[in-house]
């Protein structure tokens, strides 16, 4: 069998929502491609979008895993992410009003520490309970940390933040002197520009001219970000991995019993309580890895970090690309990152006579509206039995479709 | 692990890894455990032993001092008239709600007031009244939580024995697909769980408790709403599972599936029991049609 031929047989056995959403990915690649090479996109910026995606991606996979999963209603992500912010801060940074001055590495450990311990603490008193009472004491304790955070100065630093965070490999041998090492490599860009009319002068045409001698420069600041990029994707991948096996485990399977019917799961001996703890410090162990990688990107924490709009975007990331699916978690949480980052470069469109910005949670919420609307159980679901995989390759029959996943409206592939 | 009935719930394929302290346990107790036989022949007649259960909800009496014993081997019928509180005492065995006072037995283990999986450590299983939707399984997915004590369900043991839970997996995949090919169900398998009938729900329901291996079966209305051909279907695979070993105890409303099948029947009104016999005793005593028929003098 040729390349050719696999590449076909592959194409055909994915869904239809499979096949749109690699096709739309493509596209935006292309896109971002282009935005690159025009110099109409700068190349550090950009990587640091990136890992902002990765960010994103990361706190969805671990919303994904408790509500997705389980069913476990969590306020609290912000805070999650925070306790990993923070506890990478203080734990490494030269001005920590606390410890400060370890290795990004253990202040890794201790900050994913931190968050599975809090999770225990929220999870002992409410999981026990009916689902909602975990969704209050979650808002809660999301205000709870921040506003900690906020007026603890002696531990914190208040609204000051926390400065002097080192790079994540800045003890590693080769790693923290790579960025420098590097030669600085600089790309003229010749100049691009078209433009479309306006119409009958009564609409503003659009303008698109890259200047002349514009120049992508990759520097150390590129190198760095590329470092940077590179941790993000370790912690996704690794992320993404373990929940992928834990999915499609029979572990994973009595979490979404659980999420479908608890007292079936109960009835048939598992201990529901115990599943749903191991679910929910999970998710926010992952959660708190996003705060690390923050802490070791931005440099800098402040309590601002910790605003609850956090929460709302990875829900929002979660819903749209439809609970319950990994790689829904991961592309819902670019999709959020791109719109969010996307709609900065909106206001220099000139003839937009009002500020677009601030209607960025507008648009989200419409996007989800439409979403519900029209595809309530989001964009890419799980789209096959989930068994695991060597189990069901033993089997005469391969993993089959769902057919099933629409949980009211139009049917699916 | 500390008295003897524990360790006779072992299964033959557990015994193997069943650690020294248990092995020492029984040495101890005058017993190897080797020979299995024996134990089994120790086991308790009384599969299930329901003593002075009560239960209320606020003012309401819903379970007034019951006491009941299902024996190994038997179907029971659980019967009587809407509000006699059937739900209410299997909600109660099956550690679902909290007790007032009595004792539930199951196997010689006291079991009241213990948490549902705790319940059905020892071995009883229950179903429920109104069949239990999986969204987004297949049939063969819902049925694979049936299994007990799945290696699989360790999360640390994903990761560091992914062997084990293969082939444990595999193992229960061919188990789901044999009980639903007695079932003659198995062309559903692949189907989402929630699209099948009613009928085939409970079909399916039964099946996935049979895989958790039961010792006693709890079954709550396992024919209502079910068209006559499968209901005949249905009494067809009870009988066979009880031939085969499990101890049933079961509601239902439907008298001529609970005479055909059950032996003896268990009566209870307003919370207690009234009486206990053969189906013909039950058909005939004036006290059941009494209560039946609402009579409340």
Do not use: C
Not at chain 1, 34 to 57: I, Q, R
Not at chain 2, 250 to 255: G, T
């Amino acid at each position: 069998m040729s390349y050719r031929e696999d590449a076909v047989d592959y194409w055909s056995d994915l869904t239809r929502a499979e096949q749109g959403v690699s096709g739309s990915i493509a596209l935006f690649a292309a896109v971002l491609l282009v935005g690159l090479v025009t110099g109409g996109l700068n190349p550090t910026y950009f990587l640091f979008l990136v890992g902002l995606a990765g960010m994103y991606a990361l706190m969805s996979l671990g919303l994904n895993s408790q509500w997705g999963f389980s069913g476990l209603i969590n306020f609290s992500v912000a805070a999650f992410f925070g306790i990993g912010a923070y506890g990478a801060a203080l734990m490494t940074s030269d001005s920590s009003p606390v410890l400060g001055g370890f290795d990004p590495i253990l202040g890794l450990v201790v900050a994913l520490s931190v968050a599975a311990v809090m999770a225990v603490l929220i999870g002992v008193p409410t999981l026990r309970l009916r689902a909602d009472y975990l969704a209050i004491a979650s808002l809660g304790l999301a205000e709870v940390v921040r506003l900690l955070v906020l007026n603890e100065r002696q531990w914190t630093n208040g609204s000051g933040g926390v400065r002097g965070i080192p790079r994540f490999f800045e003890n590693w041998p080769i790693l923290s002197t790579f960025p420098e090492a590097m030669p600085v490599i600089e790309i003229a860009v010749p100049r691009i520009g078209f433009s479309i009319p306006g119409l009958f002068g009564i609409i503003p045409g659009l303008d698109v001219v890259i200047l002349s001698g514009s120049l992508i420069v990759l520097d150390s600041p590129f190198y760095q970000m590329l470092l940077n990029i590179s941790l993000a994707t370790i912690f996704v991948g690794a992320s993404y991995l373990v929940l992928r096996r834990a999915h499609r485990s029979p572990w994973g399977r009595v979490l979404r019993t659980i999420r479908s019917d608890e007292d079936l799961a109960r009835a048939l001996g598992k201990n529901t309580y115990s599943f749903k703890m191991q679910s929910f410090v999970l998710g926010s162990v992952i959660m708190a890895l996003a705060g690390v990688f923050y802490a070791h990107l931005n440099l800098f924490v402040s309590p601002g970090d910790l605003n609850p709009i956090t929460t709302f975007y990875v829900w929002v990331a979660v819903i749209l690309g439809g609970s319950g699916s990994n790689r829904g978690a991961l592309f819902g949480g670019i999709v959020v990152v791109t719109i969010r980052e996307g709609t900065r470069f909106l206001n220099e469109f000139g003839w937009i006579p009002f500020d677009t910005a601030p209607l960025r949670l507008l648009m989200i919420g419409f996007l989800i509206v439409l979403v519900m609307k029209f595809r309530p159980q989001g964009i890419l679901p799980p789209q096959r039995e989930l068994i695991w995989p060597d189990a069901i390759a033993g089997s005469e029959t391969k993993p089959e479709r769902h057919t099933n996943q629409q949980t009211g409206g139009d049917t699916n592939e | 692990m500390s008295d003897t009935d524990t360790t006779a719930d072992v299964s033959p394929a557990e015994q193997s890894t069943v650690d020294e302290s248990t092995a020492e346990q029984s040495t101890a107790d005058g017993s190897t455990t080797d020979d299995r036989a024996t134990e089994q022949a120790d086991e308790p007649e009384i599969v299930l032993e329901v003593e002075d259960l009560q239960k209320s909800f606020g003012g309401l009496v819903a379970t007034d001092h019951a006491t009941f014993e299902v024996e190994r081997g038997t179907i029971t019928g659980l019967i009587g008239p809407n509000g006699a509180g059937k739900s209410t005492i299997f909600n109660l065995i099956s550690g679902f709600y909290e007790s007032d006072g009595g004792t539930v037995t199951v196997n010689g283990t006291d079991v009241t007031n213990r948490e549902p999986y705790e319940v059905a450590e020892q071995g009883l299983i229950r179903t429920f009244q109104t069949p239990r939707k999986l969204e987004g399984m297949t049939v063969r997915e819902a049925m694979l939580i049936g299994p007990r004590n799945q290696p699989g369900e360790s999360f640390l043991t994903l990761f560091t024995d992914p062997a084990t839970v293969n082939e444990a997996e595999s193992a229960n995949l061919a188990d789901a697909q044999r009980i639903l090919e007695e079932f003659e169900i198995d062309h559903l398998a692949t189907q989402p769980a929630t699209d099948i009938s009613g009928g085939q729900m409970k079909l399916v329901e039964l099946a996935r408790a049979m895989l958790a291996e039961p010792e006693i079966l709890l079954l709550d209305e396992p024919v209502a709403g079910v068209n006559p051909t499968l209901r005949n279907t249905l009494a067809e695979q009870i009988r066979r599972l009880n031939e085969q070993g499990t101890t049933f105890l079961l509601i239902e409303h439907d008298m001529e599936f609970v005479m055909s099948l059950a032996d003896p029947v268990v009566v209870l009104n307003q919370g207690s029991v009234l009486m206990e016999g053969t189906p013909d005793e039950i058909q005939t005593n004036d006290r059941v049609i009494e209560a039946y028929l609402g009579g409340g003098t």
